[in-house]
């Protein structure tokens, strides 16, 4: 029979093991209130949350620009021809005439001509339109300023200081206006000059 001097001495290893058991369980208690919400699944996947959002559909200032079967219709009367069909070409939308011949064939073998071609990264809109001339036998470039004055006049848009001219000459010619920007770039190879004007919506 266990005497109470035998309980005394229990009682100091009793403590100590209740002491234990009551560490072990505060120190659990902390570690859930450290717990984040991903562990006990409440929150939002991360990858749903940033999950791109598809962006607004985009335009084009110019109103003349947002209809394209209205602009093509337009830019017939300028004389070069007929736009063909709107279409993808694999880096973007795209309608362009025939080549117009201006004059004769010359010493190259192939005839001067004019071209019109729309562009744009959208079926919706056109974004640019380009009058390019082909000039293979360095003949100048009498033509554009008239055919260019008929394009801004197709399209309801006054024709920039200074274009008619810089296009007689050949030069180089930049303006900004408020929603679109005219310019025009030579480029001179082996074949010729080929002289665009070019104007693109903002």
């Known amino acids: ?12 290893w009793i403590a100590l093991v209740i002491g234990v058991i009551s560490i072990f369980y505060i120190v ?3 570690a859930d ?3 984040s919400d991903d562990d006990f699944g409440l929150r939002e996947p991360v990858a749903r949350a940033e ?3 598809s962006p607004k559909k ?8 947002k209809d394209v079967e209205a602009l093509k219709g337009k830019l017939e009367k300028v004389g070069v021809g007929k736009l063909r069909t709107w279409r993808y070409d694999g880096m973007g939308w795209m309608s362009a005439t025939d ?8 010493t190259s073998g192939l005839a001067n001509n004019l071209a019109i071609y729309l562009e744009s990264e959208s079926e919706d809109y056109v974004r640019t339109v380009k009058l390019n001339l082909n000039d293979y036998d360095n003949l100048g470039y009498p ?43 030579l480029t001179n190879n082996s074949k010729g000059g080929y002289y665009r004007l070019i104007i693109t919506s903002n």
């Open 1 to 12: 029979m266990a005497t109470s001097s035998d309980s005394r001495g229990c009682l100091p």
């Open 33 to 35: 209130l450290t717990r």
């Open 99 to 106: 080549f117009y011949n201006i004059g004769p064939t010359g």
């Open 143 to 185: 033509v554009m300023p008239a055919k260019a004055k008929r394009l801004f006049q197709a399209i309801g848009l006054p024709v920039p200081d200074g274009l008619l001219a810089a296009l007689r000459r050949g030069e180089d010619f930049s303006y900004l206006g408020d929603h679109y920007k005219v310019e025009t770039r």
């Open 58 to 65: 985009k335009s084009v200032r110019l109103s003349v620009f």
């Open 28 to 30: 659990r208690g902390c």
């Open 51 to 53: 999950r791109p959002i």
